[in-house]
C-alpha cells in the first residue's frame, strides 16, 4: 500500500507518480491553442518509447517527430548497439499533423513489440513490428476528440494489452480493451478532474493487490495535482482520494 508522506509541502508519492508519468508535461499556456505548434519542430517536441523491438536483447528507441511544415509527423526507429549507441534503421512520414502520445506494446499477441500513436485529432493509429525493428502502418483503432497520453496494461487480466486514452477536448479517460489481433473495443471511461488541461495518464499497481491501476497527472503552470484510480479487474477504475493529490483542486487552465 502506497502511503502518503508530505516533505516540504509537496507528497512523497507524487514525486513518484511524476517520473512513472513518463512524458514531459507541458503548461496549460501551450496546451490551450492545441498543444506544440508546426513551428516548435525542437528536440523537446519529440515523442519517445523504448523497447527491444528486435529481440536482440538490446533496447531500441522510438521517435514520433512532429512535422515543421504542417505536414505529416515522422517515425523514426533507432536500434540499440552493444556499445551503448543507436543505429537509425527507418524514417518515415507516415504519422498525423500533430502527435502527441507514443506507445509500445504487444497488441496482436504475436510476441513482438508494436507502437500506438495518438494524434491531437483524437486518431489512435497502431504500426505493427516485424521483429526486425521495422514497423507497418496497421490502421487507426479508434478516434477521440483528441489524444493527449496513453498508458498501456492488461486490465481485465486476460492476456492482453488494454489502453487507456486521456483526451483533454472530450474531458475524459477512455479505456480501450485488447480483442485479439490488434483490435480493441471501447469500454469503461472517466470524467477528467481538471477539464482543458493535457492530463497525463500513466498504469502501475498502486495498491498492492495485483491489479493495475492508473495515475491521471495534471499540470496548470506551477499547480500540480495527480489522482489515484484503482482497477478492479475488469478494467472498471474507482478514484481513491486518500492516494490522490490536489494543491488546489479549483485552480486549472480553462478548458
Not at 499540470?219 to 484503482?230: G, I
Amino acid at each position: 500500500m502506497i502511503r502518503v508522506s508530505s516533505r516540504a509541502g509537496l507528497p512523497t508519492v507524487f514525486a513518484a507518480f511524476l517520473l512513472v508519468a513518463a512524458v514531459v508535461i507541458a503548461p496549460c499556456r501551450a496546451r490551450a491553442a492545441g498543444g506544440v505548434s508546426a513551428g516548435d519542430d525542437d528536440e523537446d517536441s519529440r515523442l519517445m518509447v523504448m523497447a527491444d523491438f528486435n529481440h536482440d536483447g538490446l533496447a531500441d528507441i522510438a521517435e514520433a517527430v512532429p512535422p515543421g511544415d504542417g505536414s505529416a509527423g515522422i517515425l523514426k526507429v533507432s536500434l540499440g548497439e552493444a556499445d551503448g549507441s543507436f543505429r537509425l534503421v527507418s524514417s518515415s512520414a507516415v504519422l498525423g499533423r500533430a502527435p502527441r502520445a507514443i506507445v509500445a506494446g504487444d497488441f496482436d499477441g504475436d510476441g513482438i513489440p508494436d507502437l500506438m500513436v495518438g494524434d491531437d485529432n483524437g486518431t489512435l493509429t497502431l504500426f505493427r513490428g516485424d521483429g526486425t525493428g521495422s514497423f507497418a502502418r496497421a490502421g487507426d483503432v479508434a478516434q477521440l476528440d483528441s489524444v493527449s497520453s496513453i498508458a498501456v496494461a492488461d486490465f481485465d487480466r486476460d492476456g492482453r494489452e488494454d489502453i487507456a486514452v486521456s483526451d483533454s477536448r472530450g474531458g475524459v479517460v477512455t479505456i480501450f480493451m485488447g480483442a485479439g489481433k490488434g483490435s480493441f473495443r471501447r469500454g469503461w471511461s472517466f470524467r477528467l478532474r481538471m477539464p482543458g488541461s493535457a492530463a497525463q495518464v500513466s498504469a502501475a499497481d498502486f495498491n498492492g493487490d495485483g491489479i493495475p491501476d492508473l495515475a491521471v497527472i495534471y499540470s496548470d503552470e506551477d499547480q500540480y495535482a495527480f489522482d489515484v484510480m484503482l482497477g478492479d479487474g475488469k478494467g472498471v477504475f474507482v478514484h481513491s482520494p486518500e492516494l490522490s493529490y490536489a494543491r488546489d483542486p479549483n485552480s486549472h487552465c480553462p478548458a
